[in-house]
């Protein structure tokens, strides 16, 4: 009966953790909010839209926002500031904003494993896209439950 109790409850550690990454979205907003109130970064004005997307859903419990200088980072690293061997998506506006540079990458300063390039319109399919094999490889590197649903 209390393993029956027990498969109900939602685990401390994977509480924090969803906290932690929804915290990470909303640092990550209100880091864009600020640059697209000067005009000369305006072209970072659809990874804002992105993030405020995502951060909508329950995907952002299990992805982790971070950036560099410009560039949106996403992974699924259990804490802030990837360590060697933490996978992760880029997502970096090209020249005026008006095209995205998306990057699978195994690991910071490591091998590009995907990349594309798209336009605005295409940026949300696209990153989905990414996420998904991320998540299905941080499922078989056995980093989250296999049951795991990753929508």
């Given at each position: 009966?209390?393993?029956?109790?027990?498969?109900?409850?939602?685990?401390?550690?994977?509480?924090?953790?969803?906290?932690?990454?929804?915290?990470?979205?909303?640092?990550?907003?209100?880091?864009?909010?600020?640059?697209?109130?000067?005009?000369?970064?305006?072209?970072?004005?659809?990874?804002?839209?992105?993030?405020?997307?995502?951060?909508?859903?329950e995907r952002a419990e299990r992805f982790r926002a971070g950036?560099?200088?410009?560039?949106?980072?996403?992974?699924?690293?259990?804490?802030?500031?990837?360590?060697?061997?933490?996978?992760?998506?880029?997502?970096?506006?090209?020249?005026?904003?008006?095209?995205?540079?998306?990057?699978?990458?195994?690991?910071?300063?490591?091998?590009?494993?995907?990349?594309?390039?798209?336009?605005?319109?295409?940026?949300?399919?696209?990153?989905?896209?990414?996420?998904?094999?991320?998540?299905?490889?941080?499922?078989?590197?056995?980093?989250?439950?296999?049951?795991?649903?990753?929508?």
């Open positions: 009966m209390i393993l029956r109790q027990r498969a109900f409850v939602k685990p401390a550690q994977a509480d924090r953790r969803a906290d932690d990454n929804r915290e990470s979205w909303r640092r990550i907003i209100e880091f864009y909010e600020e640059m697209v109130q000067s005009p000369q970064w305006a072209f970072v004005e659809p990874l804002l839209a992105l993030a405020r997307q995502f951060a909508a859903t950036q560099s200088v410009l560039t949106l980072m996403i992974s699924t690293a259990p804490r802030h500031g990837l360590r060697p061997g933490e996978p992760f998506v880029s997502v970096a506006a090209q020249g005026a904003g008006e095209e995205f540079k998306l990057q699978y990458w195994n690991e910071v300063g490591g091998r590009v494993l995907d990349a594309l390039v798209c336009h605005e319109d295409e940026l949300a399919g696209a990153v989905d896209a990414l996420l998904a094999r991320l998540w299905d490889d941080t499922v078989q590197r056995g980093q989250c439950p296999a049951g795991s649903r990753f929508w």
